[in-house]
């Protein structure tokens, strides 16, 4: 069970150019999904947090007019990466968390890994 | 406040047992443990959430020291597939229920 999907697994767009990223949980509900963002040999930085239904929270220095996050359902969260440029080629992981509780562990997605040319 | 791992990284071989240490300049309310393969995202092995709580997964197991603010992932007689890249994570805050993790501990266990 705890199986979130996440889509497209790898994209490479131009710069200047937007990139949709899709994170599903497919077996509970999410109250909570996390963007986070991944250099090559790092660690997962948190980018924003979202609930269902209301406005992303994001982690300082994330630009939000940038990385726009819709939470349009307890299933589903999106992450816009608008004008992309080279500095946003990443891995981005999204996860979700069906309790907001201390124990509950998040669950991942398979990542999305962005090459903007 | 991003936990810190200890070792940054670790060669094993097999059977061999290993020790990462996660420890926090803050209180910690719970502690989650997760491995990443190369490529692919983190999967969950275990949380820690009482004082001196342990747990077990496979022979992976872990301890919790809410006094010292720590915590220690025991990997024993290890095997091939224990090969990735360990995160330890915290809720640092009351009421904060977002995850920051450690930088990681890269683990390779060879033949």
């Known amino acids: 069970g705890a199986v979130v999907s996440q889509h497209p697994s790898r994209v490479i767009c131009k710069s200047g150019t937007s990139v949709k990223i899709e994170c599903r949980s497919l077996?509970?509900?999410?109250?909570?999904m996390f963007w986070y963002r991944q250099f090559p040999k790092q660690s997962l930085m948190l980018m924003a947090t979202?609930?269902?239904?209301?406005?992303?929270?994001?982690e300082q220095g994330v630009e939000k007019d940038k990385f726009l996050i819709n939470h349009a359902s307890l299933t589903l969260s999106t992450l816009t990466v608008t004008s992309a440029h080279p500095e946003d080629s990443s891995f981005y992981i999204c996860?979700?968390?069906?309790?907001?509780?201390?124990?509950?562990?998040?669950?991942f997605g398979n990542g999305t890994r962005l090459t903007v040319t | 406040q991003q936990p810190v791992q200890s070792p940054q990284a670790v060669i094993l071989r097999e059977g061999e047992d290993a020790v990462i240490n996660c420890s926090s300049s803050k209180a910690l309310y719970s502690v989650h443990w997760y491995r990443q393969k190369h490529g692919e995202a983190p999967v969950f092995l275990m949380i820690l959430l009482k004082g001196g709580e342990q747990k077990g997964h496979e022979k992976i197991s872990a301890s919790f020291n809410e006094k010292k603010q720590q915590s220690s992932l025991y990997l024993t007689a290890s095997q091939l597939s224990y090969s990735g890249t360990y995160f330890c994570?915290?809720?640092?805050?009351?009421?904060?229920?977002?995850?920051?993790f450690g930088k990681g501990t890269k683990l390779s266990v060879i033949p």
């Open positions: 994570g915290n809720y640092s805050g009351a009421g904060s229920y977002q995850l920051t």
């Open positions: 979202s609930n269902e239904g209301s406005k992303a929270t994001y």
């Open positions: 996860s979700a968390r069906g309790r907001t509780s201390y124990n509950s562990p998040l669950h």
């Open positions: 077996d509970f509900q999410a109250t909570t």
